[in-house]
Every structure is written in C-alpha cells, then in structure tokens.
C-alpha cells in the first residue's frame, strides 16, 4: 500500500526549474545496524572498484540531505552524519531532481557545475543514481566522487546500479517486515477492541436482564415477550461481529449494516406486518463508528416496535442515512406511531435503550435530536473518524511538480 507524505523537499536541478520531491514518508522502517554495515561493506568495495576518492550513500529529507554511508579510504572528506542544505546545487540534488544517472567528467572546467559546492573539496568527476523504497518515494542517491577529472565508464556505472539493486533489494524486505509487522500490531488492537466491546455488549444485556428481574413476574405472555426482546438484542449483535469479521477494511460500509440489523430486529419482534423503508446513501466509517450507529439503530428498532405502533393502522420505520461532508454523516430513524410524550427526554428515562441512544452520539463527536412528527422522529449526526487526524498530504501521481 502506497504511503502517505507529510512534507516535501526542494531540490535544485542544474539547467532546470526546482523540483518537489514528497519525502519523511509516514509509514517508512529504521534501517537496521546490521543492514548500515552490509551496505558500508558495499560502498567501500564500488569505491575500491571504481577507482574513485569517496563512495556515498545519501538520505534524502525535508530540508537537507544526508550522507548515510560513506566509503573509509583514505581520500574520502565526506563524513557518516554530515548534512548539506537543499537548493545548492549539489549532484545529488540533479540526481533526485531528474531521476536518472549523472556522469560528470570534470565539473570545474564545466560552466553549468564549476560552482559546485563539491568542487571546493577537490571533487570534480562525479557518477551517481537514484535510490527508491518500493512505492517509489526517493530514498536517497548512490554515487562516488573523485579529485581527478575523468568519465566513468559504462562498466562502472553497470557496477553502481548493480550496487542500488542490492540497497533496493534491502530497503523491500525491510518495508515488507515493518508492513507485517504493522499489521499484525494492528490486528492485535482490532481483537483486543473486539474483546472490550463484546464484554461491553455483554454487560448490556446482563444490564437488561437484571432491570426486568426487578419487575413483577409477568404470565407466560409477557415471559415470552420479553425473551423475544432478549434473543432479538442478542441477534442484532452477532450480527455486528458477522458484518465485522466480514471485512479487514479499516473503513466499512454502514448502509448494510443498518439495513441488517433493522430487519434482524423486525423479523424477531414484530407482532403483525411492520415495513421497512430505507434511504441509504453510501457512507463509510471507521470500526468504532459501525458498531455504535449499529446500535443505535439497533435500539430505536426496538423501541418503536415495543411502543409506537398500539394504534397505528400500517406501521412504518423509515431509516435515512446521508454523507454531509468529508468528515459527517447524518442518520434519521423515524416512525408514523404515537409520537414522544410531552417533556419526553431519553436521558432521564429508566431505560437501558434510551440510554444507550441518549448517550452514544457524544462518544461518537455527534448529536442527537429528536421530535414528534406524525411519530417519533431522532435525527443524528456524527463523525465519520471521530479521534482520528486529518490525512497528511498525499502527493500527485504523475512525476514530482515543478516550481517555476
């Protein structure tokens, strides 16, 4: 998965405009010590190879570039941990910029690269290439630097991009371990919040149970409705742990859901004939999200059924779900029965149902509102990814942008 960037650097390009490069990407592994010295061990052998006074490996950032790697001959001024600010001019930067191969026999005697800031250290001939982390973000520069002028010949240049292959072999199996191991870390955290919230579910019900233990012992009807309304409670929560073990999505299409447990709860307590009328609009949210409107409307289901329709001829629920912007959506659930009693208020009532509805839509960063409009009617809106960031910025697709 490619991702995501949360800066840019500006590079200079000799002959050209300046480039944006995305780079600091937000999901990018530690290079390991024992990955440093095989490549320190490489560097010093294309050095060696090449006849050249320094070999480098250069890291990229937001505003300077790093040499990571540097061969230990003797000749060699550049430094492991040294930083040079980006815009100058450097080599490396027309590496970056262009992404290709720079070969440059003698940069003092050249009018485009005499004012060089390597040129002062003695370092005129130059051979480097691009270095790339899988998903194409510029990790850096591989090249070597010599004191006397000369053109590096199509063997030495077979031998540098034979040396990035490795580098970029390296940084593969690296991304690959730190995405596995993202991934399982994450998939660790998705069963520990399945585990919180199934005990959570679970002391919903023993909740509900223990309220209507309190009342009077009801005759065989009343047993029998109220372990309907416990095995429909139960229902529309296997059914939110179905729907969820039925994705590894981070983000889950809600208007499914929603029309699932509507009609789990239907089917399980309706006495006659209750329609079902659905505007669903597509809208996605997180895990935390889904679970939560599902009961919410998992409980409004429930309670028109329950108390709504004594006296309505063809009873009807109608659930309208809406994205509003990139960040919300709105949910209405409403029915044509009796409508709220006067000064109704779902917090204050000794329900564990009103609670639930009274309270979820601020755990989720939302509102409640609710009214009698030829019934009751309970308009919502909530957050899509409520405690979650914004997305950091993600760069075009098509080739880094000029700057004029």
Sequence with gaps: MPSRYCTVAKVAVVGQSPVLLPTSGVDKPEISPTVMDKWQSLTNVVAKATGAAAGLVMRLHPEDIEVCIASTGPDNPYKPGERERLGLGLYCETVLGTRNVLNIPDAAA????????????GMVAYLGMPIKWPDGELFGTICVLDRNKREFSPQNIDLLAHLRMALESDLHQLSERHRLARENREKDLA???AHHRIKNHLHMLAGIIQMKALEPLPEQAGVNRLLDDLTARIRAIASLHSLMAE?????IELGDLLERIAATIIDALAQRPVKLRLELSPVRVNRRVFFQAGLLVSELVTNALK??????QEPEIAIHLADRDENTFSLVVRD????MPEGFAPGECDS???????DLPGQMDGSCTFRSDHGAVFEFVLEKRPGEPDPPMVPPESGPPRVP
């Design 110 to 121: 050249d009018p485009q690269w005499r004012d060089n800031p390597d040129v002062p250290r």
């Design 191 to 193: 069963l520990r919040e």
């Design 247 to 251: 994705t590894t999505e981070d983000r």
């Design 307 to 312: 108390h709504a329709f004594a006296e309505t």
């Design 336 to 339: 044509n029965g009796c409508g």
């Design 352 to 358: 564990i149902g009103m609670t639930l509805i009274s």
